[in-house]
């Protein structure tokens, strides 16, 4: 069964360090997205993309993040100067169609900032 | 603003039980539903959807029922099971926005043997 894969599982930074998530969404899908959840809470939007180009974004997405599609396969999410505020899971999500139609999520990437 | 809510943060239930998860949502525009399943370390899981046109739609022994009128979205798991034990997340799609969703805070369904 075609799954959206992310790595690394687990990521520790230092504040004011750049990171890059990366994500393999599934292969004939066309919309992509991320999401963060902090530990007990809820699953929180952050930007969705699509034709190359972000096609919604969160008050969360601010000028530190980033998302690029480098390649016909992955998808990235980078934060250039992370803050200990963005420990978090950070969830990748594709689907075929951008409504009405279900998103696959990854597994995550804990984001651990020190 | 926008929020999707749910009523009861933890459900505990007797296996072989029925479970109802309840959610109240506030965007009138939204036109998609969804709920997802999310075992401990893991990402959210699709379990159902349904349409605004619709108000019921049943799955493998799951049900949602959507309530237009006062906003109200339901999840009915029958004979719940102990591998049903996870947290359960509503999400809305609004209208042309790109398909972001927009999710409820979670109830945790605990089911006990």
């Known amino acids: 069964e075609p799954e959206v894969t992310q790595t690394p599982s687990h990521q520790v930074t230092q504040m004011g360090q750049e990171v890059i998530l990366r994500c393999v969404p599934i292969s004939n899908h066309l919309y992509f997205y991320w999401y963060r959840q902090i530990l007990g809470q809820k699953v929180e939007f952050l930007v969705s993309?699509?034709?190359?180009?972000?096609?919604?974004k969160s008050e969360i997405f601010d000028d530190q993040f980033s998302v690029e599609r480098p390649d016909g396969s992955n998808f990235t999410l980078k934060i250039r100067s992370t803050k200990l505020e963005d420990s978090a899971m950070y969830f990748c999500?594709?689907?075929?169609?951008?409504?009405?139609?279900?998103?696959?999520f990854g597994q995550g990437t804990r984001l651990t900032v020190v | 603003g926008e929020s999707v809510g749910l009523h009861l943060p933890t459900l505990s239930v007797q296996e072989g039980d029925n479970s109802i998860i309840n959610c109240a949502y506030s965007?009138?525009?939204?036109?998609?539903f969804i709920w997802y399943k999310q075992e401990s370390g893991k990402g959210p899981q699709f379990i159902i959807d349904i349409r605004s046109n619709m108000d019921k739609r049943q799955g493998q022994r799951v049900t949602v029922l959507l309530n237009k009128t006062v906003k109200h979205l339901s999840l009915q798991i029958a004979a719940t099971q102990p591998g049903d034990s996870a947290v359960y997340f509503c999400a809305e799609t609004p209208y042309n926005q790109g398909g972001k969703l927009i999710f409820g805070q979670g109830t945790e369904l605990s089911v006990k043997p």
């Open positions: 965007n009138s525009a939204s036109d998609y």
């Open positions: 999500a594709s689907s075929d169609e951008g409504t009405n139609t279900e998103a696959f």
């Open positions: 993309f699509y034709n190359n180009e972000i096609s919604e």
